[in-house]
Nanobody, 130 residues
Framework: QVQLVESGGGLVQAGGSLRLSCAAS????????MGWFRQAPGKEREFVATISWSGANTFYADSVKGRFTISRDNAKNTAYLQMNSLKPEDTAVYYCAADVDPYSGSYVYITPLISQYDYWGQGTQVTVSS
């Protein structure tokens, strides 16, 4: 069983920044592909960013590319999402997720597919005011 705990959400003005953290349990965090997703009221959960187990490869949704940065610290069992230049449309509950049995063991393997993730955090609210 893997537990994921997000933190760092809050209320911020448009143009501001927030850094989300995702602390994971388990001794094999370094083998997980990690992802961030978000869900706005009345909308489906959507992909935001993903990072390979090595940290060598990342991939972003077009809507956040150039503004958000995903990273990880395998020594601390933690993944991060740095969010800059926030917009009101970024308002959502943000979830981190872990793919603990990746399709490929490649150090650059990533996946944006919700169905590939096995464990999810409880979510953290991000609200961006205009």
């Amino acid at each position: 069983q893997v537990q994921l705990v997000e933190s760092g959400g809050g209320l911020v003005q448009a143009g501001g920044s927030l850094r989300l953290s995702c602390a994971a349990s388990g001794r094999t965090f370094r083998t997980y592909v990690m992802g961030w997703f978000r869900q706005a009221p009345g909308k489906e959960r959507e992909f935001v960013a993903t990072i390979s187990w090595s940290g060598a490869n990342t991939f972003y949704a077009d809507s956040v590319k150039g503004r958000f940065t995903i990273s990880r610290d395998n020594a601390k069992n933690t993944a991060y999402l740095q969010m800059n230049s926030l917009k009101p449309e970024d308002t959502a509950v943000y979830y981190c997720a872990a793919d603990v049995d990746p399709y490929s063991g490649s150090y650059v393997y990533i996946t944006p597919l919700i169905s590939q993730y096995d464990y999810w955090g409880q979510g953290t609210q991000v609200t961006v005011s205009s």
